[in-house]
């Protein structure tokens, strides 16, 4: 296997995963390690339990991640792909500070955390930013909180806040002294259970090569990590409403868009709500393209000095 190239050039995960080391990590996961029909060492992607295994033996191995797990119900994010959403925003804030923003003077804001808490944890251990998650599953909050218990060195670095109200992102969340240097946000894709279905199916097939009918845990989830009312560009166009009120308090807002043909849409909102700056950036996960969209109301000539004056 070859380097994966598209992956940000700080990424951690860009060259082939050392299975070697990993097991070393996590004993466990040696039994899902098999060499293919390329004669690549691999595990079988379509196994929930082979990938949650996967995904512990890098976050301890890479990030010093001592303790995580999820419950089977919540999706188990893939970690090469979170950790490039974290870089290019570092990208964004180095553009904006004139240097790679590092330490606790960075405050950053995970608008639907979830049960696995994998954006904070990789955005600190990478950067050592301080960071708020946020959701409005109880359930989830509380697996993110045991996995903060049994990682106590991140407990006074990542703080986690319940969103009580499904019809708000930002309010009931930033308080009036709070300032963040950016929010981010994996918003929930489908707009329906059905919807929801359907693409576990597609993806498990794409995965299984099979004609398999029923969709495979691993890409499961609650209803507010994979669904919403009116779906992706539903979610994101409220959020660009509501981080009109908060213009102060957030340098840059940003979010992921997976469909390309969203975003003509999601531009003209950002130009309607008169956003000093907005653009698009590309990431390129192996075959899958995704795309953050980033806005912010701060000219660019106050940029500079956000860290250091805004901490709090």
């Not at 290019?88 to 790679?100: K, M, Q």
């Not at 209803?223 to 992706?232: A, I, K, P, V």
């Not at 560009?233 to 807002?253: D, G, H, R």
Request: charged share 25%; with cysteine; proline share 6%.
């Amino acid at each position: 296997m070859t380097e994966k190239s598209n992956l940000h050039p700080r990424n951690l995960h860009r060259h082939p995963y050392d299975f070697d080391q990993l097991i070393s990590c996590v004993p466990e996961l040696k039994q899902y390690v098999y060499v293919n029909a390329y004669q690549s060492v691999t595990i079988d992607f379509s196994l929930p339990k082979a990938v949650k295994l996967l995904n512990k033996a890098l976050l301890l191995h890479f990030y010093k991640v001592q303790y995580w797990d999820i419950p089977d119900t919540n999706l188990c994010p893939p970690i090469p792909g979170r950790a490039d959403y974290i870089h290019y925003i570092a990208d964004l804030l180095a553009e904006s500070f004139g240097e790679l923003p590092e330490g606790q003077k960075i405050d950053g804001l995970d608008i639907g955390t979830g049960a696995n808490l994998v954006y904070p944890l990789i955005a600190h251990r990478s950067y050592g930013w301080t960071m708020v998650g946020t959701d409005i599953n109880a359930d989830s909050l509380r697996n993110a909180a045991q996995i903060l218990d049994r990682n106590p060195d991140l407990l006074s670095v990542i703080r986690l806040k319940k969103q009580p109200d499904a019809d708000h992102i930002f309010k009931n969340i930033i308080e009036p002294e709070d300032r963040f240097a950016f929010s981010m946000c994996n918003p929930p894709f489908h707009d329906s259970e059905a919807s929801a279905l359907k693409g576990n199916l597609r993806k498990t097939k794409n995965l299984t090569q099979s004609k398999i009918r029923k969709p495979v845990l691993n890409f499961s989830g609650q209803q507010s990590e994979l669904w919403c009312e009116g779906g992706e560009p539903a979610f994101i166009a409220k959020m660009i409403s509501e981080s009109v009120l908060y213009s102060s308090q957030v340098l840059w807002f940003t979010c992921l868009v997976s469909r390309k043909d969203h975003l003509a849409k999601l531009m003209a909102l950002c130009r309607k709500i008169k956003a000093a700056d907005f653009r698009v950036i590309e990431m390129a996960q192996g075959q899958k393209v995704s795309r953050m969209l980033a806005w912010t109301f701060v000219p660019r000539h106050n940029r500079r000095t956000w860290p250091h004056a805004n901490k709090r």
